[in-house]
């Protein structure tokens, strides 16, 4: 090897380890369990099942926070997707929204799901999240259900 490749190889792994040092936060904040989508009125034990699952991790305060999120990059990849996603949708937050943001919210879990855009990328890291069929089908026809029992679909 070369004089100068080993000098870039070495400025390379110095910023690596001086990144290491910018740790992005990776708190879980408090939850009242009345306010989950858990503790609401109507939803199933099958739906919870499944958001708990495939949806938790970046969608409520309950994040599972793996060992590579310690490691730069992807501890800035994560901390930006679950502040993303909480910021989309807190499932831990349930109570706080009202109930035509509920139903919205599930129609738009529905729509994501059945399009592939959640959970995305984060399966080839997380396989378990992995949506099946009947998954989608739970988050969709709780959608369905919300949308009737609130007298917008006959």
């Known amino acids: ?86 910021k989309a949708v807190n499932f831990s937050e349930w109570a706080g929204y009202s109930p035509e943001q509920q139903r919205k919210l599930l129609a738009e879990s529905c729509h994501d799901a059945t399009s592939g855009k959640m959970p995305g990328s984060y399966t080839a890291l997380r396989p378990e999240t992995r949506l099946s069929y009947q998954d989608i089908d739970t988050i969709c026809v709780a959608a369905q259900k919300a949308e009737v029992d609130a007298g917008h679909v006959q």
């Open 1 to 86: 090897m070369g004089k100068r490749l080993l000098q870039v190889i070495a400025a390379i792994a110095v910023v690596f380890v001086a990144a290491q040092l910018v740790r992005p936060d990776r708190t879980n904040p408090p939850t009242d369990v009345s306010r989950t989508v858990q503790a609401h009125a109507g939803i199933t034990s099958e739906l919870v099942a499944v958001l708990d699952r495939s949806c938790g991790d970046c969608h409520s305060n309950a994040t599972v926070w793996p060992w590579y999120s310690n490691i730069v990059p992807f501890s800035w990849l994560m901390a930006y997707g679950v502040n993303e996603g909480r």
